[in-house]
């Protein structure tokens, strides 16, 4: 899913169950800002995601915290769902099938040796790629130049993962990083949430950023619909 534009001013870890236990932000002023953004939203005809932007002053993109790369499980799953596709063999490809996802197999992989069309589709239809263990090395050498610019990264399935459960995780996963400017945009949710769902996503990736990052270096945070405009949340 494409992440839209914003335009004021790799570490790869494990992701996070998004656990909220306390509320970064000011829980009426956050709610106060999702509603107006939602208000804000100009009418159409598909489901709009709602993005948390937050932007960062006094930042070295360059230093080891600006390669930051976390995935975050999201209390609330987004209606609109993102498409997870896995890449295994044997049982596990069977199993994927009954899922209902997207699967390649190996031999679907070698066809794609050489034919960049067919990798660019994975590539672009793709939003999650999650990858058997042994097909790792394969994944990256075949579909590696089409996932890297579009920011998307192989993750590997853990050996005797609940392929169902790993699915449905990452049908609710938002990234949590930083791509070259003083910035991280994650998409949180979409217009037909309640705003109260909305919040406690926000305040699950926000708690990350303020982990990893600190309070310290956040200068705005700002939440943004699609088609609206961008509505500024006050820091605690």
Same mark, same amino acid.
């Given at each position: 899913?494409?992440?839209?534009?914003?335009?004021?001013?790799?570490?790869?870890?494990?992701?996070?169950?998004?656990?909220?236990?306390?509320?970064?932000?000011?829980?009426?002023?956050?709610?106060?800002?999702? @509603?107006? @953004? =939602?208000?804000?939203?100009?009418?159409?005809?598909?489901?709009?995601?709602?993005?948390?932007? %937050?932007?960062? !002053?006094?930042?070295?993109?360059? @230093?080891?915290?600006?390669?930051?790369?976390?995935? %975050?499980?999201?209390?609330?799953?987004?209606?609109?769902?993102?498409?997870?596709?896995?890449?295994?063999?044997?049982?596990?490809? =069977?199993?994927?099938?009954?899922?209902?996802?997207?699967?390649?197999? !190996?031999?679907?992989?070698?066809?794609?040796?050489?034919?960049?069309?067919?990798?660019?589709?994975?590539?672009?239809?793709?939003?999650?790629?999650?990858?058997?263990?042994?097909?790792?090395?394969? %994944?990256?050498?075949?579909?590696?130049?089409?996932? &890297?610019?579009?920011?998307?990264?192989?993750?590997?399935?853990?050996?005797?993962?609940?392929?169902?459960?790993?699915?449905?995780?990452?049908?609710?996963?938002?990234?949590?990083?930083?791509?070259?400017?003083?910035?991280?945009?994650?998409?949180? &949710?979409?217009?037909?949430?309640?705003?109260?769902?909305?919040?406690?996503?926000?305040?699950?990736?926000?708690?990350?950023?303020? @982990?990893?990052? &600190?309070?310290?270096?956040? &200068?705005?945070?700002?939440?943004?619909?699609?088609?609206?405009?961008?509505?500024?949340?006050?820091? !605690?």
């Amino acid at each position: 899913m494409a992440t839209t534009s914003f335009k004021p001013a790799a570490l790869l870890t494990f992701p996070r169950k998004a656990k909220v236990t306390g509320l970064p932000l000011q829980q009426e002023a956050l709610l106060e800002s999702i @509603s107006r @953004s =939602l208000s804000l939203s100009k009418k159409t005809k598909f489901e709009q995601s709602v993005e948390l932007i %937050v932007t960062l !002053r006094d930042f070295d993109v360059k @230093s080891p915290e600006g390669r930051l790369r976390e995935v %975050v499980f999201l209390p609330h799953k987004p209606p609109k769902e993102p498409n997870v596709c896995v890449v295994a063999a044997g049982d596990l490809l =069977l199993e994927a099938k009954k899922l209902g996802v997207t699967a390649v197999s !190996r031999d679907d992989l070698n066809s794609m040796r050489g034919d960049k069309k067919k990798a660019k589709a994975i590539g672009s239809s793709c939003d999650w790629v999650l990858v058997q263990a042994d097909l790792m090395g394969l %994944v990256g050498s075949v579909l590696g130049p089409a996932l &890297g610019p579009r920011g998307k990264i192989p993750t590997p399935i853990p050996p005797r993962a609940n392929l169902e459960e790993f699915v449905n995780n990452y049908k609710r996963a938002a990234w949590v990083r930083i791509r070259g400017q003083p910035q991280i945009m994650s998409r949180v &949710g979409t217009t037909s949430m309640k705003p109260e769902e909305l919040a406690d996503n926000i305040n699950a990736v926000f708690s990350v950023i303020e @982990s990893r990052i &600190g309070l310290a270096k956040v &200068g705005s945070i700002y939440i943004k619909t699609t088609m609206g405009t961008s509505v500024e949340v006050p820091v !605690r």
